[in-house]
């Protein structure tokens, strides 16, 4: 009974954890119900997506990750790139100052 309203309060935690970060509250309060240490763990590990850099592919100019090894459009192999790009979080947020 306690185990049960432990890995209740775990989950309402990660969810809010979770929430505030923009990704999956429902997905991750799961997680961190059925694994309560864990699950807490990962969501405070996870980084958003929107927050990493990026850079340009040389091939068709789309707008990569900076940590993908291959252009998800047309196929060619990114070096770690002399260039990054702000992350689009960061150009949001030079786009609204005031959020
Ligand atoms: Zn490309």
Redesign the pocket.
């Known amino acids: 009974m306690i185990y049960l309203a432990l890995c209740s309060a775990f989950g309402v935690v990660t969810a809010l954890v979770a929430r505030a970060k923009g990704t999956s509250w429902l997905m991750w309060g799961l997680i961190g119900a059925v694994f309560p240490v864990l699950g807490l763990a990962g969501v405070l590990l996870f980084r958003r997506e929107t927050e990493e850099l990026r850079r340009p592919?040389?091939?068709?100019?789309?707008l990569?990750m900076i940590y993908d090894a291959l252009?998800t459009?047309?196929?060619?192999e990114l070096n770690f790139p002399e260039l990054a790009i702000e992350s689009s979080a960061d150009a949001a947020r030079r786009a609204h100052p005031a959020t």
């Open positions: 592919c040389p091939g068709c100019g789309r990569c252009c459009r047309c196929g060619t």
